[in-house]
């Protein structure tokens, strides 16, 4: 009975094997239809969001606020909406950004023997001026190029892939990082007014300075709504305050992330890895590989100009090895 006991407790799974199960089977957790709803949920939020702001603005806080200067302040919001909407819609066109087969130059090819991958990479045997470490990936069954990642949400490899926004429901990659960087920017300006906007209105029907802070407080205004101390406008709009709020906190934080690391001429996957090995050139170069030659003015228009590079080829900032 006792040897018995301790081949029991022999079988049974040490901690080790219970951690490599773990981290083994979480990414399965959040994959397939949960991801794709976040991105739907992420998406409409942003828009209802967006669009409420816009019209609650025109219509109700602007005519209390700038009564002789509605129109001018109704112009203004109206180009925020517009640079917020215009470059959320060119972010989320993911398809510039997919490394498929017939993208890759040089015969670069691979085949497939014994289940293994065989890497045929371009100009094998030359001294290389961008990277070797392409990969294959298992699930699109193709070669990768540098700098690339496969997407489990868009089920495809993306080029300079930065990262996956469930706010554009899309990968942000080498041909529309600087649409969604755009497109944050506004977000953040746009909201920050809009905070303004809220406060100012609101402070003249809730005061902030007097007992009625405490309507400001969460879940307080619903009950003083029920009281009959608030209006249910008023109520609404403290609890669009805090959205507000909520999403100027997300915009600010993603543009200076995505600042810093087009700075530093690097993809957020290489700044968190500390990964530090391609060329960028001066500061300038910098901001022209990722918002174009006219790169001050991307912030200001849309423009629809060649990103510069193929996405493909990166050079790295010392001497390569030969294949």
Same mark, same amino acid.
């Given at each position: 009975?006792?040897t018995g006991g301790?081949?029991?407790?022999?079988?049974?799974?040490?901690? @080790?094997?219970k951690l490599k199960?773990?981290?083994?089977?979480?990414?399965?957790?959040?994959?397939?239809?949960?991801?794709?709803?976040?991105?739907?949920?992420?998406?409409?939020?942003?828009?209802?969001?967006?669009?409420?702001?816009?019209?609650?603005?025109?219509?109700?806080?602007?005519?209390?606020?700038?009564?002789?200067?509605? /129109?001018?302040?109704?112009?203004?919001?109206?180009?925020?909406?517009?640079?917020?909407?215009?470059?959320?819609?060119?972010?989320?066109?993911?398809?510039?950004? $997919?490394?498929?087969?017939?993208?890759?130059?040089?015969?670069?090819?691979?085949?497939?023997?014994?289940?293994?991958?065989?890497?045929?990479?371009?100009?094998?045997?030359?001294?290389?001026?961008?990277?070797?470490?392409?990969?294959?990936?298992?699930?699109?069954?193709?070669?990768?190029?540098?700098?690339?990642?496969?997407?489990?949400?868009?089920?495809?490899?993306?080029? @300079?892939?930065?990262?996956?926004?469930?706010?554009?429901?899309?990968?942000?990659?080498?041909?529309?990082?600087?649409?969604?960087? /755009?497109?944050?920017?506004?977000?953040?300006?746009?909201?920050?007014?809009?905070?303004?906007?809220?406060?100012?209105?609101?402070?003249?029907?809730?005061?902030?300075?007097?007992?009625?802070?405490?309507?400001y407080i969460p879940?307080?205004?619903? $009950?003083?709504?029920?009281?009959?101390?608030?209006?249910?406008?008023?109520?609404?709009?403290?609890?669009?305050?805090?959205?507000?709020?909520?999403?100027?906190?997300?915009?600010?934080?993603?543009?200076?992330?995505?600042?810093?690391?087009? $700075?530093?001429?690097?993809?957020?996957?290489?700044?968190?890895?500390?990964?530090?090995?391609? @060329?960028?050139?001066?500061?300038?170069?910098?901001?022209?590989?990722?918002?174009?030659?006219?790169?001050?003015?991307?912030?200001?228009?849309?423009?629809? $100009? @060649?990103?510069?590079?193929?996405?493909?080829?990166?050079?790295?900032?010392?001497?390569?090895?030969?294949?």
């Amino acid at each position: 009975m006792e040897t018995g006991g301790l081949r029991n407790r022999d079988l049974s799974p040490s901690l @080790k094997d219970k951690l490599k199960a773990h981290y083994d089977t979480r990414g399965k957790i959040f994959e397939g239809p949960r991801l794709e709803t976040a991105g739907t949920i992420g998406a409409t939020f942003l828009w209802c969001q967006t669009v409420g702001l816009v019209l609650i603005s025109i219509f109700i806080i602007f005519p209390e606020l700038y009564p002789e200067d509605h /129109v001018n302040m109704s112009g203004f919001i109206l180009f925020l909406f517009a640079e917020i909407a215009v470059n959320w819609v060119l972010a989320a066109r993911m398809k510039p950004s $997919v490394y498929t087969g017939d993208r890759q130059e040089n015969g670069s090819s691979s085949t497939m023997s014994n289940n293994n991958a065989i890497l045929h990479p371009p100009n094998q045997g030359a001294l290389m001026t961008r990277t070797d470490d392409w990969s294959y990936c298992l699930h699109c069954q193709q070669d990768a190029p540098p700098r690339s990642h496969h997407c489990k949400v868009c089920q495809c490899c993306i080029m @300079k892939r930065d990262h996956h926004c469930f706010f554009t429901n899309s990968c942000i990659g080498h041909f529309n990082q600087r649409y969604f960087i /755009v497109h944050v920017f506004y977000v953040a300006i746009g909201t920050a007014c809009c905070l303004y906007w809220l406060g100012a209105y609101l402070d003249k029907f809730v005061p902030f300075l007097s007992s009625d802070i405490v309507a400001y407080i969460p879940l307080v205004q619903i $009950v003083m709504f029920f009281l009959g101390k608030i209006s249910l406008l008023n109520m609404l709009l403290i609890i669009l305050l805090y959205l507000t709020l909520f999403c100027c906190v997300c915009g600010t934080g993603f543009f200076l992330w995505e600042m810093a690391v087009v $700075v530093s001429g690097q993809t957020s996957y290489e700044a968190w890895k500390l990964i530090r090995k391609y @060329k960028c050139g001066s500061l300038f170069a910098r901001l022209r590989a990722v918002f174009g030659p006219f790169w001050l003015l991307s912030f200001i228009i849309p423009l629809p $100009v @060649k990103q510069p590079g193929d996405g493909i080829h990166w050079e790295l900032a010392k001497a390569t090895k030969r294949w």
